[in-house]
């Protein structure tokens, strides 16, 4: 198991995944992606982007968005490598730190990421959090009970730290298809970021 950059060819199963994930696709570009892959297959597993805010008057902002773990890959590390891939390429980018508005805080906490308050966000992320909030939906697609819970977190590129138990996992990552990876522990799997880089709309979609 291995993840590397989006190709070309790649654009039509992301979009694909993407819509049966519930994750939004406006803006896309497949070379913002990366693309966990079985090496022995060569069966795609996961997916995840890096989005740049170039606002005018102050520096870029990075942030992780749309990542997602197909169902029968989850609880095997994929989507902890997929975020790996994502922090490594930041910080070849030379930005220094990584954003993420989710409500799964104790999934991304394991690989060093703090919630950060918002009056000391960027500006271009905290409208963006505000507006997620405001469109917050859960998996039937209905406004959620707590949008409140959707936070903003940030980790160094060079900080973040990935538990010995998902490399073990990856190595030996297999596709489920006895569905047994339904029975999921919220501290393990991947969890799907399904926020849309332009509309700012948010799905509680963690499989």
């Known amino acids: 198991m291995y993840v590397r950059d989006a ?3 790649d ?3 992301l979009l694909d995944r993407m819509e049966e994930l519930g994750l939004a696709e406006s803006s896309f570009r497949s ?3 990366v693309i966990a892959v079985d090496e022995e297959t060569d069966e795609r597993a996961g997916f995840g982007r890096v989005r740049v805010h170039k606002p005018e008057a102050t ?3 990075c942030e992780l968005t749309s990542v997602g773990v197909l169902p029968a890959w989850r609880r095997q590390g994929v989507g902890a490598h997929v975020l790996e891939r994502l922090v490594q390429t930041a910080g070849d980018d030379e930005f220094e730190h990584v954003y993420a508005l989710t409500d799964r ?3 991304l906490a394991q690989f060093g990421f703090e919630p ?3 009056t000391e966000l960027p500006p271009v992320l905290a409208d963006r959090l505000a507006t997620v909030r405001e469109h917050a939906t859960d998996e039937s697609g209905s406004l959620a009970d707590d949008p409140e819970a959707v936070t903003a ?3 160094a590129t060079d900080r973040f730290e990935m538990p010995d138990r998902f490399r073990d ?7 489920d298809t006895a569905g047994e990876a339904s029975g999921q522990d919220p501290d393990e799997i991947a969890e799907e970021l399904g926020i849309d880089p332009e509309e700012a709309t948010y799905k509680y979609d963690t499989g």
């Open 7 to 9: 190709r070309n060819r």
């Open 11 to 13: 654009e039509v199963w």
């Open 31 to 33: 070379r913002d992606y």
């Open 59 to 61: 520096a870029e902002v």
């Open 105 to 107: 805080t104790e999934y």
């Open 116 to 118: 950060v308050a918002e």
């Open 153 to 155: 977190l940030v980790v």
């Open 169 to 175: 996992r990856f190595k030996s990552a297999s596709p």
